[in-house]
Each structure stands twice: as structure tokens, then as C-alpha cells.
């Protein structure tokens, strides 16, 4: 199987690596990320877990875009799943503030992510039955007080999901939209933890089987549906005077 990451320092995609490695060993990755000490790191552990070959490619996904060479070169193969993770929370208060960072936010989180889904929806066409699996986030289905910049962002990735897994059903692709909850990663770290949050490999099993079974939209953990579900009912009028 033959596997490509868009954001492969994520802890969720590479959880995500791991468990889809286990159930397939003898895989091949193809990973895009950020930072080259981590990717040196992912490569070594899932070589070390069976895989039997591993490539990397840097880009900070904002200020130099993806060379399409590198694109065409790991698109020529057959790929079997895309995994797309990776962005920002950012600082709320530093976003409102300054514009320049605002901007570089929304590159990040956002534009850079319709241009390589834009550019898989012309691609995937040469990979029947393949597979584009997207990390979006449960703070995409409301607009908070205190994170609705960075929900925004989410809940236009989802968006866009939607009207493209539309589009790739008629070339027999799937794509799947994953709603995370609270996940403890390294972007969560300053977050007071409760009951509530879960650990990166305690949903990648459900994402894997998500994959299998071709579903369109997964919370992960599942019972983000249920919360997600009551806080979208809450009339506005209600809505805007909560503080979180």
C-alpha cells in the first residue's frame, strides 16, 4: 500500500501511519511536512515497523509552495490513501491584532489546503479507488468566543470537503472528512486536560476503519457527534453570551 502525508509531523497522522502500517506491513510513504528533524525521526520508526520504503519532502506549507515536479513525481504511482494534517491553532488575541499574522494563519490552516485538495481533485482521476483522508476539526461546526478564527478555518475545510467529495464520487474516489475532538498533542500542550480528551492513537483505529469502510464524516472520538449536536441547537440569541 502506498501511502502520502500532507503534514507527517502531525501526532494524528502519525498515528494514523502506524496503525494503517500494522494492518498493511510492507507499506510505502511518501511524507510532507515542516519540520526535517521529526520527518528523519517518523521515517526511521516506520521503516523500523515493516515499511519498506519511506521518502520526505520539506515545506513549511506558507511561504513557498509545493513544487509540482515533487507533486508528479509522487502522484505518477499509485497511491492508495492521502492523509491531509496539519495547521495551527494560533494565539487568538496576536490574530485579531495583527494582520500579517493573520494572514500567514489563514495560509496555513486554510489556503494552502484548498490548493492541494484542488490539485488531488484533478489528479485522483489516475487512482481508482484510492482513498483522501482530511483532519478537520469538531471547532468547525460552531463559531466559539475564544477560538473563532481558527473554527472558521475548519469549518471552511469542511465545506469544502463536502462539495469535493461530490465531485470525486464520480471518479470512484472517496473521500473522508475526520471531525477531531480534544486530542493531547503537541499543540494541545498548554490546554488543561479532562475526561473529554483522548490520545492520537486511541482514534487512529477509528479512522483507519472509517477508510475501510468508506464512510464520508467521522468525529473521532464518536462521542463528539453528541456534544457537537447539542451545542449546535443552542439558540444564538443563547449562544453569544457564552463564554468559551
Not at 65 to 81: A, G, M, P, R, V
Not at 139 to 149: M, P
Amino acid at each position: 500500500m502506498n501511502i502520502t502525508v500532507f503534514g507527517a509531523n502531525s501526532a494524528i497522522a502519525q498515528a494514523l501511519c502506524i496503525e494503517i502500517l500494522n494492518k498493511n506491513p510492507g507499506s510505502k510513504f511518501t511524507l510532507f511536512g515542516r519540520n526535517k528533524e521529526s520527518l528523519e525521526l517518523f521515517k526511521e520508526k516506520l521503516l523500523l515497523r515493516s515499511a519498506t520504503d519511506v521518502e520526505f519532502f520539506i515545506n513549511d506549507f506558507v511561504s513557498s509552495q509545493l513544487d509540482e515536479s515533487i507533486l508528479e513525481h509522487t502522484y505518477n504511482k499509485n497511491i492508495d490513501i492521502t492523509i491531509l494534517s496539519y495547521g495551527d491553532l494560533g494565539e487568538e488575541t496576536l490574530l485579531k491584532e495583527d494582520q500579517g499574522n493573520l494572514r500567514n494563519f489563514i495560509d496555513l490552516n486554510l489556503t494552502s489546503k484548498f490548493i492541494i485538495l484542488n490539485y488531488l481533485s484533478n489528479k485522483a482521476n489516475l487512482n481508482k479507488n484510492n482513498s483522501i483522508v482530511v483532519i478537520s476539526s469538531v471547532a468547525g461546526d460552531r463559531g466559539r468566543r475564544s477560538n473563532y478564527i481558527y473554527g472558521s478555518m475548519n469549518a471552511a475545510l469542511t465545506q469544502f470537503t463536502s462539495g469535493m467529495r461530490s465531485y470525486l464520487h464520480q471518479k470512484n474516489v472517496h473521500l473522508l472528512t475526520v471531525k477531531p475532538g480534544f486530542i493531547i498533542t503537541p499543540m494541545t500542550e498548554k490546554f488543561r486536560k479532562s475526561f473529554l480528551w483522548s490520545k492520537p492513537e486511541e482514534i487512529a483505529p477509528s479512522i483507519y476503519k472509517a477508510i475501510v469502510k468508506k464512510k464520508e464524516v467521522i468525529y473521532a472520538p464518536k462521542f463528539w457527534y453528541l456534544i457537537m449536536l447539542i451545542i449546535k441547537i443552542i439558540p444564538e440569541k443563547i449562544f453569544k453570551k457564552i463564554d468559551f
